[in-house]
């Protein structure tokens, strides 16, 4: 059926170009895009348009963004969302950046009614029906080691489309809830018992800290260290595989 939106990004797509020099420059320096097909990149380059097109990308404490920088910040954002399309991110209106990491000031008010005020530094937050905050220090620095920060943070926001974000984003039709939650409950629990034994996890820890760590960390991890998350967790990278429809060892390589 005809709708204005989809009517708009014909329009923008044929009228507007990514410049090529950056583009060519950010598809050789990130290895998140190895192994993408031409087609691929292609589509890719589609989404980031549109993203930057719809999306607000601004910096906060007198952070200026240049436009390179936004165009690496929303070629990762646009990555797990390549085979899903743009409308999986309609919850995400704009993305703050900070010059580095920040304190988040939270409020909650507990069982007794009594209100609780928290501070925490952190280098990223996605915040439900708000915007995405990034630490431009950590955005710029592309982990081996499966840590993709940007990736971490909007996997929350496709969490966060069933509501309050808890590990179960909306799986698609030929997926099984119960078949999710069993391969995630058993990865889960398999980081909490190495966390608190005290050994050096395989993947980043902070997966133990909830359930909703967990599916943002092996989101990472799926992109920025498929064959790790592979080895380590065969079933989960199964459900990722299905949720995001990629593949990114088969495109990547061991």
Known sequence: MWSFRAWRRRRLLQRVALPQAQWRELVTSLGLLRGLSAEELRRLQQLVLLFLAEKSVVGVQGLVLSDAMRLRIAVQACLPVLALGLDWYRDVRSVLVYPGGFVARH????????????????????????????????????????????????????????????????????????????????????????????????????????????????????????????????EVYGQLQLFYRQDPVLRLGR
């Open 107 to 234: 409020e909650y008010q507990d069982a007794d009614g009594v209100v609780h005020i928290e501070r925490a530094a952190l280098s990223g937050e996605a915040l439900e029906q708000g915007p995405v905050i990034l630490s431009w220090e950590d955005v710029a620095a592309e982990s081996a080691a499966g840590v993709n920060l940007v990736i971490h943070e909007f996997a929350h926001k496709l969490d966060m489309l069933n509501g309050a974000a808890n590990g179960l984003p909306p799986l698609h039709e030929d997926m099984s809830v119960q078949q999710w939650s069993a391969d995630f409950s058993a990865a889960y629990a398999s980081l909490v018992a190495e966390v608190e034994r005290g050994g050096v996890t395989v993947l980043d820890a902070y997966a133990a800290k909830d359930p909703a760590e967990c599916f943002a960390v092996l989101s990472e991890a799926f992109f920025a260290a498929p064959a790790l998350l592979q080895d380590s967790y065969p």
